[in-house]
Each structure stands twice: as C-alpha cells, then as structure tokens.
C-alpha cells in the first residue's frame, strides 16, 4: 500500500514541477510529502527529526507539523518502519532538488553513491530499503520526458524496405517504437539460435555465467541465481515438456570469445544511421511461452533494437506518469520471429509475455 501511494505522489509531483515557480513547486512538493507520511502514522516529532525536512520545510509548515504534533499519538513505531518512510522521504528530497534544478549528475550516479553500489551493479540489487530491486527507486530518479514522444502513437509501425535516412528522421531518435519486418531475413541466427547452441557456446570459466562478475543477468520472477544455474537446465525443463513452471530470464554478454561467435550468425541491422553503433555488449533474453519480464522502465543510455529470432512476444507498451493525461494508456504489439523492434526503453514502460507454444529467444544491443 505504501509504494502504490508513494508512486502516485511521485506521479503528482512530477505534474507540478512541469510549471510555475521554482519555489512554490519545491514547497508544495515537500508539503504533499509531509501530509503523505503523517497520513501513513509517522509522527510529526519524528518527521521533524529528518535533517531534510528540518533543512528545506518551510517554516510557517514546520510550525504546523510542532501543532500537529500535539494531536498525534505518540504510540511507538517499529524502527524498520521508522527507516523506511525517512528513507523514502529524503529519496523524494534528492528527487525534486535533482528534477527542479537539474543537477549535472545522473539518477543511477547518484543512487550508486547513496547506497554505495557500483552503477554497473544497481539493477542487481534484489534489496534496497525493502525493495525487491532497484527497479522503483531507479524510477523515482527518472527526469521527465517529452511527452511529444508518445502522444500520437495509438499502434506500433510495421514498416520494411526502409532506408536508414527514412529511420533516422522518424524513429531512431524520436522515441517513437517501430517494428522493422524484413531486418533479419538473411541472419544465420534463424536457423542455429536455442537453449542448446547458448549453453554451447561459454566455456566452464566464462564471466557471464557467475553472478560475481560484472555481466549482469536478469531472473525476473524465477529463482535462478545465475546463467550457470539456467543452463544446468534439463531440455526437457527448459521446454516445459516435463510439465514444469514457465521461466524466463536475460543477461548482458559480457565474453568477447562468446561475442565474437554471436556475431557471425548476425548482422548489423541494415536501416540503422550510417554514423550510429550499436553497443559493444549483446543482450539476450530467452523464455518458455507463459511467461516475460514485467511493466518495467530501463536505465540504459540509448534506444535499442531488440531482434525476436525465435517465438513470438507479446509487448504491452505504456507511456510515463507525467503523459497519462496526453498519451494512450497501452499500445500492444506481437514481435514474431525475423522482426526487429525498435524502442526507447529508458522513457517507454513497458512488459512482455511469450506467446504460442515456441522458447522465445532475443538478441539486441542499444545503438547512439
């Protein structure tokens, strides 16, 4: 109940800091926070105690808070609760002063130094402020976004034959999503990519298989640990023949030796911008039908092309909080196999599901 809330005041309060006085946004941003904790039972001795609010509160509201005191029951609070709302209320703190006056520091920067995690590391994290991931916190970080990018799309573009000058001009840079149908017509991919060919293809030793090193891998809802844990899969597990859960998982290939196989069996995408590169790091994302990754925004630097090379996926795409009001609520698109979609993850939110009866594999890099 408390994050369902917390987000809907996050929500509001990116709607005020889209106008008006810098000040008066400030100060209505921290008297919502105020009214939002008290309302949860935290006291106003207690919301007092907070160096932020005792720093930046006004002081006309701070009297207010010493008058509500006065009426608040001063029965004990458990301290992880204690923890929790002042945790949440400094991270709101960070929030408004990094959105209203727009630091030079980016919100994975500065959520890495808070915690003390290494960027690279942040959505790792299975446990932060009692958390399940960093996903939520990462999104109270997020600056606003030009709600242009999404107030005239009501459907996903299938296009094909287009020329790179064509995708440069209306979509690589937009943020508007497109499907690219005929981009992986000659990819050997087709044809070699399964459960079978990616555990093939790293060595006993290879990085990405530990959860110790820097490649990241993504379990979602599963209880695997690491890639290794994954492909110590049965086939028949990993097909759900055996009448097992459906899974679904992802990481960033972090092997050059395994990079380099993957990448004779694709091909850069032909529409790209001449001058655009694609990233350095493959990302896959392998899953039984039943199940994919939920609503979620990424924390990546660009847009990225994400290629379905086996099974058909099921997106669900939906705008930030700041456009509810401009943006369609949803946009839905299947991706089949041989068709590239073409997303910017950091500003749309969105989810998968694996649809049919096929595994469903991706692979995609971003690209600048």
Not at 245 to 271: Q, T, V
Not at 275 to 300: C, R
Request: net charge negative.
């Amino acid at each position: 109940m408390f994050f369902s809330e917390y987000k809907e005041f996050i929500f509001r309060g990116q709607l005020i800091m889209s106008s008006g006085d810098l000040a008066s946004e400030v100060e209505a941003r921290f008297a919502r926070i105020r009214d939002l904790v008290l309302a949860l039972g935290l006291t106003a001795d207690e919301l007092a105690s907070v160096d932020a609010v005792r720093t930046l509160l006004p002081a006309g509201n701070r009297a207010e808070t010493e008058e509500i005191s006065d009426r608040t029951d001063s029965a004990p609070h458990s301290r992880r609760r204690r923890r929790l709302v002042s945790g949440l209320l400094v991270a709101a703190t960070v929030s408004a002063l990094v959105i209203v006056f727009q630091w030079p520091v980016g919100r994975a920067d500065l959520l890495a130094y808070w915690f003390g995690i290494p960027v690279f590391a942040l959505e790792r994290q299975r446990c932060l402020m009692g958390v399940d991931s960093a996903a939520l916190i990462l999104d109270l970080f997020r600056p606003p976004v030009d709600c242009s990018i999404c107030r005239d799309v009501t459907a996903v573009d299938r296009v094909s034959n287009i020329s790179s000058g064509t995708f440069e001009t209306r979509y690589a840079y937009s943020a508007r999503p497109v499907i690219v149908t005929d981009a992986m017509d000659d990819w050997a991919a087709l044809k070699a990519f399964s459960f079978e060919f990616f555990r093939r293809i790293y060595t006993d030793d290879s990085p990405v298989l530990t959860s110790e090193s820097n490649c990241q891998f993504f379990p979602y809802k599963t209880d695997f640990k690491n890639l290794s844990e994954v492909f110590q899969m049965s086939d028949d597990r990993a097909r759900m023949s055996d009448g097992s859960e459906p899974w679904y998982i992802g990481w960033s290939n972090c092997d050059s030796i395994a990079a380099n196989i993957l990448r004779s069996y694709y091909k850069r995408p032909y529409f790209l911008p001449d001058l655009a590169e694609s990233s350095k790091t493959d990302w896959i994302f392998m899953g039984s039908p039943g199940y994919g990754a939920q609503m979620h925004v990424d924390n990546v630097v660009n847009p990225s092309w994400q290629a379905q090379v086996i099974g058909t996926k099921l997106w669900v795409l939906e705008p930030p909080p700041e456009c509810y009001f401009e943006c369609q609520a949803q946009v839905k698109v299947h991706v089949r196999p041989g068709e590239i979609i073409v997303l910017d993850t950091n500003k749309w939110y969105h989810s998968t599901y694996i649809t049919g009866s096929e595994m469903s594999i991706t692979i995609g890099s971003e690209f600048d």
